[in-house]
């Protein structure tokens, strides 16, 4: 029997799970299958991802994600926040301000902010990929890509959070079929590690609006890395300014791109929905 806590970041959900007791043991040997079933609508409980509370060396505590898929994921900003708003509600971890250790890093993140906002300092984007992107032409505002899929040809951005992403600037996101041309340049061959897909539509300098494939997931309400990855590129390629607010299925993040510190900062709400038992 697992205990769990169902939270989400803009509707993004997640599955928390407190690893610091025995809930862990239970399910080490078999975590790929475990989180398969646990974010299935139909048979789980269902989510976008599970994300495990862990004891850290290296910082004051460790997150550890993973896709709805069972793949393991280096970062996640929506997931993050849950994080956060999970280990100060069971008392985990009490101050307001943590770093947080992940597969990409350390991360700052502070609670308590106005309108129970959290923000976390996301580090510094990385421009030119070559692990995650084998092709492109780097450039100082993301590794500029050139695909063409099913006789549409595309340029895209490609610029990491801690983990992959590609942006395509579009006239109009609604009018994009986000699940055919994402879960297509999810797999191609250059991205060997698979990607996050973002559909951009500038509505203004400090205002875009954003469509989002994840990998291993599919269309989500909303990514916070993406946020991030997708006002980096509009920055760096004068479509925006550096402060910006990002217009997502599930509610608004805002982004900012700090000059000196060349770090990107995420601020956003996060909510508690339900918790509960379940047996795998």
Same mark, same amino acid.
């Given at each position: 029997? =697992? ?14 799970? @407190? ?11 078999? =975590? %790929? ?6 974010? @299935?609508?139909?048979?789980?409980? %269902? ?46 971890? @009490? ?22 906002? =959290? ?86 300098? $400090? ?57 990107? $900062? ?15």
């Amino acid at each position: 029997m =697992i205990t769990f806590s169902k939270m989400h970041g803009l509707g993004n959900d997640y599955i928390c799970i @407190n690893c610091l007791g025995s809930n862990y043991r239970m399910i080490k040997d078999k =975590i %790929g299958e475990v989180v398969r079933y646990l974010c @299935n609508r139909h048979f789980g409980v %269902g989510a976008d991802g599970v994300i495990l509370v862990k004891e850290s060396k290296i910082a004051d505590i460790r997150m550890q994600i993973y896709n709805a898929d069972g793949t393991e994921a280096e970062m996640c900003g929506n997931g993050i926040r849950c994080f956060a708003k999970y280990v100060q509600k069971y008392q985990i971890f @009490n101050r307001d301000e943590m770093l947080v250790e992940t597969k990409s890093g350390i991360r700052k993140v502070r609670c308590g902010l106005p309108f129970d906002e =959290i923000e976390v300092d996301m580090g510094k984007p990385k421009l030119n990929d070559s692990e995650n992107i084998k092709e492109g032409k780097e450039t100082g505002g993301g590794k500029i890509v050139k695909l063409k899929i099913q006789e549409k040809e595309m340029i895209g951005y490609g610029i990491s959070m801690g983990n992959p992403h590609i942006i395509f600037f579009v006239d109009n996101v609604e009018k994009v079929d986000v699940k055919k041309y994402g879960s297509l340049i999810e797999n191609l061959e250059i991205f060997p590690n698979h990607i996050n897909v973002e559909f951009v539509q500038i509505l203004g300098r $400090k205002t875009i609006k954003l469509r989002v494939w994840e990998r291993g997931v599919g269309e989500t309400y909303a990514c916070g890395t993406g946020a991030c990855a997708a006002v980096v590129a509009g920055y760096l390629n004068n479509f925006c300014d550096a402060e910006v607010t990002v217009l997502l299925k599930g509610g608004e993040l805002k982004i900012s791109c700090e000059e000196k510190s060349k770090h990107v $900062k995420m601020k956003g709400i996060a909510n508690y929905v339900f918790e509960g038992k379940i047996e795998v």
